[in-house]
């Protein structure tokens, strides 16, 4: 019998006897129909692209129910790796069936399936009795119980996901002339789609189509690429009477041959675990690197994560390319040393060219995007590339003995469980312990390891030339180690960098979010909190009474207000404004991050020792998570200044967070949402408080900050008209006058009320709202950044004279002392209004 066997992606055949020697991928084309590499390719660079969307969308739905806190993320990331896992085991196995390809079309489906139905599944979890259950103090409990809600949310689609891989890579292999080769093609080009998803994800699917409408046009795309595959699929056939390899005869049990190829297995099973917890770890790390110097939007996120992968798709490219002239041990040894090297020196030059200090390149949005991509891609491309030649070398040390689908399924199985635990140890282990340069060191000291452990794979082949390269190998050893504890030596001096002349550091605390720095101004007695060198969380000294006055204003809008609660902490001076008033007999603090907690208690003489008050209670958790999860009620709920272009930041503008926390005030109870208008432009304001006012149909604006520069505007929402009790306010208003810290110069009398009232904002007809499922504001901020049209200077001016002018005035009921007698006096405030903040 003769049969027809494929040479690489041609057409051309080659004819064999009834017993040929046959490649290791065990299969032949059909004489009817060949497959060639290219739609397999295809297929695969588009699975890659939908299974971003799908996890960035999954991450988004997810943080509403879990919180958007480091500790959710990390769990949504380590679920989805510890899906991958199985499902790359699993599909190893089926991928030594008739026909891998059917499987990959099959779970392509069924992940597309399970995706369409995760949304309603989170719409039903998100109830007060999950998020109660999910409530603890205990770390390792709320590590727990989101873990488990995320693996069993997200397992089919992630199993399935994760067969995938497996089953193209077998697929591959039987229409390549190199299994390997063909199989890390592959693999490069599904990482670039992954690439290619990031983008088109982060910069059109969000917030054109939606987060939970995103996940379904990539199911959408994912059912196609499963149905193509599914026929394409009938094309191949498997091979008849195939002949079983020689090293199989070769390595039977118990002989050298077979003890030797079972400790290389080994050895390229540890390489893969260290690759992927290596390489996740470096992934956490370099995002908190860049953070330091970005203004951190999605937009610059999803930049560092498109380079990074972008760096996996060539890595593993260049590894397809060397397969056929380079044994894999040398390509594993070499990698491990030259991305030690590389990752050491790369960190070097950054810091050392950077300085740390806030990047503003560009003069446009696009502009400052594209450079701030070439930025990431300058310092990352290298280390990273390397990196990602290691995983896919490894498979050829398993494909000697396995079938490809095999050998990359385990492979890839032990990878993405290192993944997973690399991503949890970058972020709860190592940079809370050893900070940010230990992390890299860490990271470093991995790859040098992988280089170690390369020379126990097959180490007979380098007999005859074995003093030469032993003694190669460790110059090169050596000079990895230099560049490791050279690093070492040098990062003690980093942290120097990027501070503000005009301030004094005093301590910083390392964590998950970043740097959390305390520091004093060196012309003054004020007191600062900082996250990530760049970003202030609040001072003490002159903005102090501005900061108390974010607590005083809506309090004093409120006739007794009995328990308050604060979404945000920043230095806790806005807090202390709310213990000076005694009828308040419940103060709760929710904050993000524990470190800012702890750094506003080392400035406890400067914010009233606000913290040691037995009313207060401090909660640290997501402010829209503990909403959903409390059973309290408040008379006043006040939130802080958040930046709004920072990624997931947006959230706290949604619909769904005012919703969720007007079911937690009191009758006639107030909330407040303060806005730094000077970081956001005129569509974004409009579009908050178009928001807020379909929530609360009696929203009020008031002046927190007249200053033309940093303006500050607060939004008063309620479910009916504000009273005011004239006498009650002015007896208030003399006790705060004689409590230490209690005199607002800006809030004295009721006249000073009418002074800083801007007006009743309308409800409008049909208003584009920033929604959980449309995050607008920090998509829209961004591009208002760049563009230079913040609402200040004369931005700001136009804006006051076009819209905040022509409100109507505050609805505020004051007895028989109206609020506002007249027109001509709400005319006259506005004047007056106008000339203290543009002076004019």
């Not at 094309?235 to 390899?245: C, K, Q």
Request: net charge neutral; charged share 15%; with cysteine.
């Amino acid at each position: 019998m003769t049969q027809r066997l494929h040479s690489d992606d041609t057409l051309q055949g080659k004819y064999c006897t009834e017993k040929p020697v046959v490649k290791d991928d065990r299969w032949i084309r059909n004489e009817k129909v060949a497959v060639s590499t290219l739609p397999l390719l295809l297929l695969f660079f588009v699975s890659g692209a939908t299974t971003l969307v799908y996890e960035i969308s999954w991450t988004r739905q997810t943080g509403l129910l879990f919180g958007h806190t480091v500790l959710a993320g990390s769990v949504v990331l380590a679920s989805l790796f510890l899906g991958l896992a199985i499902g790359y085991s699993v599909g190893g196995r089926l991928s030594v069936s008739r026909n891998s390809l059917r499987w990959f079309g099959l779970c392509e489906i069924a992940a597309a399936a399970w995706t369409v139905c995760v949304p309603t599944l989170l719409s039903g979890l998100q109830s007060q009795a999950i998020v109660q259950w999910m409530s603890s103090e205990n770390m390792a409990w709320q590590f727990a119980s989101r873990a488990s809600i995320g693996m069993l949310l997200l397992l089919p689609a992630t199993v399935a996901l994760g067969a995938t891989l497996p089953l193209m890579s077998q697929a591959l292999a039987r229409v390549s002339g190199h299994p390997p080769r063909g199989a890390a093609f592959g693999y490069a080009l599904n990482t670039a789609g992954a690439m290619a998803g990031t983008l088109v994800c982060t910069y059109l699917l969000l917030v054109q189509a939606g987060v939970a409408r995103s996940s379904y046009i990539a199911a959408g795309v994912g059912v196609l690429v499963g149905v193509i595959a599914i026929l394409l699929s009938r094309r191949l056939v498997v091979a008849v009477g195939v002949v079983d390899r020689p090293e199989e005869h070769d390595a039977g049990l118990g002989t050298p041959k077979a003890l030797t190829a079972s400790a290389t297995r080994k050895v390229a099973i540890a390489i893969a675990a260290i690759s992927g917890f290596a390489t996740l770890a470096l992934e956490i790390l370099y995002t908190r690197l860049f953070s330091l110097v970005f203004h951190n939007s999605t937009y610059t996120f999803g930049n560092v994560i498109a380079v990074f992968l972008l760096a996996l798709a060539v890595g593993a490219a260049l590894v397809a390319m060397l397969m056929r002239r380079v044994k894999p041990d040398v390509i594993l040894f070499w990698c491990g040393i030259a991305a030690t090297v590389s990752c050491c020196l790369c960190l070097a030059l950054f810091v050392n060219i950077t300085r740390l200090q806030y990047f503003v390149s560009g003069e446009t949005f696009v502009g400052h995007l594209l450079r701030g991509f070439i930025l990431v891609f300058a310092y990352v491309m290298l280390p990273v590339t390397i990196c990602g030649m290691i995983f896919p070398a490894t498979w050829q040390v398993l494909a000697r003995s396995h079938s490809m689908g095999r050998a990359v399924g385990t492979l890839a199985m032990v990878n993405a469980v290192g993944a997973a635990l690399g991503s949890l140890a970058a972020s709860f282990v190592m940079l809370p312990t050893i900070g940010l340069w230990g992390g890299f060191l860490i990271v470093a000291a991995l790859l040098l390891l992988i280089a170690l452990l390369s020379g126990f794979i097959a180490p007979a082949r380098f007999s005859g030339h074995h003093a030469t390269f032993s003694y190669g190998r460790s110059v090169a050893i050596a000079f990895a180690g230099l560049c490791v504890v050279g690093v070492g030596f040098a990062s003690s001096s980093w942290s120097l960098l990027g501070r503000d002349p005009d301030e004094v550091f005093l301590t910083r605390r390392e964590s998950a979010y970043g740097w959390i720095d305390v520091t004093r101004s060196k012309d003054s007695e004020a007191w600062y909190i900082r996250q990530n060198l760049h970003y202030r969380l609040g001072g003490t000294g002159a903005a102090a009474t501005r900061e108390r006055r974010q607590a005083r204003l809506p309090m004093l809008l409120h006739p007794n207000p009995q328990r308050v609660l604060f979404l945000g902490m920043g230095t806790g001076v806005t807090a202390a404004g709310a213990i000076q008033h005694p009828e308040t007999e419940t103060i709760e603090i929710v904050e993000l991050i524990a470190d800012v907690t702890a750094a506003a208690r080392e400035l406890g003489h400067r914010n009233d020792r606000v913290l040691e008050d037995e009313r207060v209670h401090v909660t640290t958790d997501d402010a829209r998570h503990f909403l959903l999860g409390t059973n309290e009620k408040f008379d006043v709920i006040v939130s802080d200044l958040f930046v709004p272009w920072e990624s997931e930041t947006g959230y706290l503008y949604t619909r769904e967070h005012y919703a969720a926390s007007a079911v937690r005030l009191e009758q006639g109870g107030l909330f407040c949402q303060w806005l730094p208008v000077y970081q956001m432009g005129e569509r974004e304001f409009t579009t908050i408080a178009d928001t807020f006012a379909t929530v609360f149909p009696e929203t009020t604006l008031w002046w927190g900050k007249m200053d033309p520069s940093k303006p500050i505007i607060g939004l008063v929402g309620s479910m009916r008209p504000i009273e005011i009790d004239t006498t009650i306010l002015a007896t208030r208003l003399d006790r705060l006058r004689r409590v230490p810290g209690g005199n607002d110069p800006q809030l004295t009398s009721l006249d000073d009320l009418r002074l800083a009232s801007i007006g009743q904002w309308p409800t409008a007809g049909d208003p584009m709202l920033n929604r959980d499922e449309y995050p607008r504001v920090e998509f829209w901020t961004p591009r208002s950044l760049m563009a230079g049209e913040l609402l200040r200077g004369a931005w700001l001016v136009r804006f006051y004279d076009e819209v905040l002018t022509d409100l109507p005035p505050a609805a505020v009921n004051s007895g028989p002392e109206k609020f506002f007698r007249n027109p001509e006096q709400i005319r006259g405030g506005r004047q007056t209004q106008r000339f203290l903040v543009f002076g004019q």
